[in-house]
């Protein structure tokens, strides 16, 4: 049975004693709300990521939300004001294109498809606006499950060298 991921995430340096001999903090994150994802760090982001899994394209219409300022003062306030533009994706019943709400509206299509992500080789899900949208042409969506229902995403610029996270994201299935 899948169980909400639980990842340890260097927390930087505490204290002058743990500071003199060069230990680090460690935190445990327990993953299994989207506002449990705008709580974290972009490093934790990029832990959870690392060690989300991929099963099989979801279908169906999956809420969304952007993670603004993640780990920071005010993300989850910042993350549901972000919503008001972007709210969600729906995957095709074929699972092999998708659409994201803009304002409610469903505007932008990709498709879809599972192969190696381009940050660590390993399978992710692959939204590509390549062949489907003229102003996204230059996007990529990585997304993984990182708890039951519960996807964890990122948008990378294919015109950059090296795979970024230039903004995250997070899905769950609308119930």
């Given at each position: ?17 743990c ?32 060690f ?11 809420r ?5 300022n ?7 306030l ?26 409610g ?29 003229w ?27 090296e ?13």
């Amino acid at each position: 049975m899948f169980q909400p991921l639980r990842v340890l995430a260097l927390c930087g340096l505490v204290g002058i004693f743990c500071s003199a001999i060069g230990l680090r903090a460690q935190e445990q994150v327990v993953i299994e709300r989207l506002d449990d994802l705008a709580r974290c760090t972009p490093s934790q982001l990029d832990a959870l990521f690392l060690f989300g899994k991929v099963s099989a394209i979801p279908t169906g219409r999956m809420r969304g939300l952007p993670l603004v300022n993640a780990g920071k003062r005010g993300a989850i306030l910042f993350s549901h004001g972000g919503r008001m533009a972007w709210s969600g994706k729906r995957i095709d019943a074929d699972g092999q294109g998708a659409v994201n709400y803009f304002f409610g509206v469903p505007s932008v299509r990709a498709n879809i498809r599972i192969e190696p992500s381009l940050r660590d080789g390993q399978p992710a899900i692959v939204l590509d606006y390549s062949q489907s949208s003229w102003v996204y042409r230059n996007v990529r969506d990585e997304i993984r499950e990182v708890s039951p229902g519960l996807f964890l995403g990122y948008v990378d610029d294919s015109r950059t060298s090296e795979p970024i996270a230039t903004r995250w994201f997070a899905l769950e299935f609308v119930k």
